[in-house]
């Protein structure tokens, strides 16, 4: 595939694409006054467990962020399934892209961007879940003026154009938001939010299927479609925010780029917000976030090998 048949601003349409991405949330999460509830889930910094860490582990790798274990709603819904799910669902959302000339071919200079930082990135991720040391990583750029970017189970990655050119990010703010979005995938979110749904409405028949003791098939496909309209709550938002921090801060990548991240998602949100935002103006909320959690990281940063090459954001859109 040749640059020529990629098209950055395509009006793409890709029903395979999953709803959630960058920064979004499920404001049914938030109070009717737009301010956000109080997450039920423990969300601190300090040492990592010890069940995780070798006490032989150097004291500096004991660093960074502790979200707490994670949701006991996973077990109910089996890993291997969600993971081939979004698998299915990721190739064919590639295959509609490419047939709308929206997806970009691996010599295309923001595609070996995304890889590179993603390889510095994903040796980092088995610390957070075991199973990423056998995932298939996949990072795909998408043609389309959308700010959004996300990471499918499996660490299935996509970027659009849209999210790098209009912010203009660098290399650090691209891994804060790849760090991100890996964090769903890697503390299971959306394995979570199944969970929590077959439990609530007592889908005897779905779940029988999802774990396994139905026909597998068809839990696989009902698995795909929750895939396509799940959303992430507040709180899930607010874990990946720190544990993308960790994983970029590790990977050599600054931490403090988090803040003008949202600085710039905040510009980007004056007058009719962007579908990357929910209707609460989380921006401020998450800057406060993450500076507090700044000091768990940057002696990570400070000892991290840094990149030996630096890329530009595209061109500015012309106006």
């Not at 703010?173 to 609530?200: C, F, S, W």
């Not at 507040?234 to 050599?252: C, P, Q, Y």
């Not at 007058?271 to 929910?278: E, I, K, T």
């Not at 002696?299 to 859109?317: H, I, S, V």
Request: hydrophobic share 40%; aromatic share 6%.
């Amino acid at each position: 595939m040749a640059d020529a048949d990629f098209s950055p601003d395509a009006d793409v349409h890709l029903p395979s694409a999953p709803l959630y991405g960058f920064g979004r949330c499920d404001c049914r999460a938030c109070g009717g006054d737009g301010a956000p509830r109080q997450p039920a889930r423990r969300l601190f910094t300090g040492l990592l467990a010890a069940g995780g860490v070798s006490a032989m582990t150097p004291a500096w790798a004991q660093e960074g962020v502790d979200v707490g274990k994670q949701s006991r709603f996973t077990k109910l819904i089996s890993a291997e399934q969600v993971e081939a799910a979004a698998q299915q669902q990721y190739a064919q959302m590639t295959r509609q892209a490419q047939s709308q000339k929206a997806l970009a071919p691996a010599t295309h200079p923001q595609v070996v961007r995304l890889r590179a930082i993603a390889q510095r990135i994903i040796p980092f991720a088995g610390a957070w879940n075991p199973r990423a040391q056998q995932w298939r990583w996949e990072v795909n750029l998408i043609g389309s003026r959308e700010l959004n970017a996300f990471c499918m189970p499996g660490g299935k990655i996509a970027f659009y154009f849209g999210i790098l050119q209009q912010l203009q990010l660098n290399d650090d703010e691209v891994a804060m938001i790849m760090g991100h979005e890996m964090a769903h995938a890697l503390r299971e979110h959306a394995r979570e939010r199944m969970g929590k749904t077959a439990a609530t409405n007592g889908a005897i028949e779905l779940g029988a299927a999802l774990l396994g003791l139905g026909n597998v098939g068809r839990g696989i496909a009902n698995i795909g479609g929750q895939l396509l309209t799940l959303t992430f709550s507040r709180e899930d938002e607010s874990e990946a925010d720190l544990v993308g921090m960790d994983l970029a801060a590790r990977a050599g990548y600054n931490p403090r780029a988090g803040v003008s991240l949202w600085q710039k998602m905040g510009q980007a949100s004056k007058g009719a917000p962007p579908q990357f935002l929910s209707t609460h103006p989380s921006g401020p909320t998450r800057i406060r976030d993450i500076e507090r959690t700044l000091p768990r990281v940057e002696g990570l940063y400070a000892r991290a090998p840094k990149p030996t090459q630096r890329f530009q954001p595209p061109e500015p859109a012309k106006s």
